[in-house]
């Protein structure tokens, strides 16, 4: 079974964000991706989802852009 996804554009990381977090159904995780470590602590959402809020606020913080 094949699914008809949405790219977004490559260089719009809040909208990569909400493509994972929305059409593959994955807690997304802001990380520094040159320094190789998470901008946050995964700890508390390794078991559970990511508030849609907290989600929007990350995006509002541009958090997703590294």
Not at 44 to 65: A, G, M, T, V, Y
Request: glycine share 4%.
């Amino acid at each position: 079974m094949s699914r008809d996804f949405r790219y977004p554009p490559l260089g719009d990381y809040n909208a990569w964000a909400d493509f994972w977090r929305d059409q593959i159904g994955v807690n997304v995780i802001p990380a520094d991706t040159s320094d190789k470590k998470p901008i946050v602590s995964w700890l508390e959402w390794q078991d559970k989802p990511i508030p849609r809020k907290l989600h929007d606020e990350w995006k509002l913080d541009n958090i997703f852009s590294k």
